[in-house]
């Protein structure tokens, strides 16, 4: 045996119980009360709770956006997660104007590799550019690449497709037993909001948020959830932000359509106030925050029997400087935020801590959720025998207020800064190696793998 974790209170799947866990070779040989350590390294668990290793099902690392890359490379972006209690990240390869998808597909596995300090697997982007690709859907599948995201909205950075487009791509994909992921916002409402404000003058960041009201989500999803009815496909709406696109989930749900939904971090702790700070630039993401009342309406589609089934970050950073470009105009603002360090942390003191999810609700959505969804299980996404040994030690007595200094994200800014957690992340284990202990990364870059991911059967 290599690793022993005694006297856990273990939450996985829809059971919590007090055991050890017995590692070896990087998967889980025993889970049982009776272990005799026979050699191996020692964590007593005591007082603290195991739960699987999260799953991330959205990050941007090093992700090409016009005159830079987001912050964190697939290096600091897999120290980040680990320091957070995630084992697993899904990335999205993004296949660049000359670049074919499989092509992509090569390149983003040549950089990840060498650098990821935990497992990932990949999501193909499937943009504009990909229409002329359409048959080699089924080969990236069988590659280990079974999900495909479409967009919406965005037609002058080429990633929007015409519902038709859509449509066509959800076929095919269904067909080769494939899952889309749909960014839902409408082109149509966004386009003449930003419109409007820039011509008023309205340049601040604000008006990032003003120009994407929640109907500009609404609108989207219930459109995309009727394409996919029609196209009998399974689809997931990435990065839910509101009350009226969770209503939309719920109603395209009823009439039987096979959608499901992830939030994000940021959704879940804050509130458009944050675009009234000075720093308001950067909470700009897309869709942006939006009211309380959407906040606790994201809360209860977590909640056991909710629409909501797996959170992920859309860990997307950019510097300061960099979100600086958008001072005279908002459009200019890189989007996107941190996050992937902040799932667990901030599932379990917001949510967990304040009553507004379970501890099983914790573990669906962070790994059991994911793993089934996107064709990890059973290696990954729960604590059990023959699993990988990918486990997160959380102390409830740990408090952490979430800076910048706190967190191990490339930039120098933290949007959580005025958080302090009750309770943290401590230990995170991946393929039984020990790779954040007390809140410092002890890992090494490039020993994470990538994970072939499984279509449907
Ligand atoms: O604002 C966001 N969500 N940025 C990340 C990149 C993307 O398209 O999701
Ligand atoms: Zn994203």
Redesign the pocket.
């Known amino acids: 045996m290599d690793l022993l974790v005694k006297n856990a209170r273990i939450v996985t799947g829809p059971e919590s119980f007090e055991s050890n866990i017995g590692v070896e070779g990087g998967v889980i040989t025993s889970v049982s009360r009776t272990l005799e350590p026979s050699g191996a390294e020692i964590y007593d668990a005591s007082g603290k709770i195991v739960i699987p290793g999260g799953i991330d099902a959205?990050t941007?690392m090093e992700?090409k956006?016009t005159g830079t890359r987001?912050a964190d490379d697939f290096y600091t972006g897999t120290v980040a997660a680990a320091c957070g209690g995630i084992s697993t990240i899904v990335d999205?390869v993004d296949a660049q104007p000359a670049e074919t998808m499989l092509g992509a597909l090569a390149e983003y596995r040549r950089r990840a590799d060498s650098k990821v300090a935990i497992d990932y697997g990949l999501h193909m982007m499937f943009k504009g550019q990909s229409l002329p690709e359409m048959d080699r859907i089924p080969e990236v599948v069988r590659k280990g690449v079974p999900s495909f995201k479409v967009?919406t909205a965005?037609k002058d950075r080429g990633?929007m497709l015409e519902d038709a487009d859509i449509a066509r791509v959800m076929e095919t994909v269904t067909g080769a037993g494939g899952l889309i992921a749909v960014?839902a916002e409408s082109e149509r409402i966004i386009k003449r909001l930003i419109e409007k404000n820039l011509a008023a003058g309205n340049i601040e960041a604000r008006y990032h948020a003003l120009s994407r009201p929640p109907e500009a989500e609404a609108e989207a999803i219930a459109r995309v959830t009727k394409l996919a009815k029609a196209a009998s496909a399974r689809i997931y709406i990435?990065?839910l932000s509101s009350r009226a696109g969770k209503e939309e989930v719920e109603n395209a749900r009823r009439r039987g359509t096979n959608v499901f939904a992830e939030t994000c971090p940021h959704y879940l702790v804050l509130t458009d106030e944050v675009y009234e700070r000075d720093d308001a630039r950067n909470f700009?993401?897309?869709?942006p925050v939006k009211k309380a009342d959407d906040r606790a309406a994201l809360w209860e589609g977590l909640a056991s029997g909710g629409v909501i089934e797996t959170v992920g970050s859309?860990h997307?950073p950019f510097t300061g400087a960099e979100k600086d470009w958008g001072e005279e105009d908002f459009t200019k603002i890189?989007?996107?935020?941190p996050g992937t360090e902040a799932i667990i942390p901030l599932l379990y003191s917001e949510g967990v801590r304040k009553g507004r999810i379970s501890m099983f609700d914790l573990v669906r959505v962070t790994s059991a959720a994911p793993a089934m969804r996107f064709g990890l299980s059973p290696s990954k996404g729960s604590i059990s025998v023959g699993a990988d040994a990918d486990f997160v030690v959380i102390d409830p007595l740990e408090r952490v207020r979430m800076t910048a200094d706190a967190m191990h994200s490339k930039i120098d800014y933290s949007i959580y800064d005025h958080i302090t957690t009750e309770g943290y992340p401590v230990l995170t284990v991946s393929r039984g190696e020990v790779v954040m202990q007390d809140g410092e990364f002890v890992g090494r870059r490039g020993r994470g793998r990538f994970v072939p991911r499984r279509a449907a059967s």
Do not use: A, I, K, R
């Open positions: 959205h941007h992700l956006v987001s999205f967009y965005y990633l960014h990435v990065h700009v993401m897309s869709p859309d997307c890189p989007n996107g935020v």
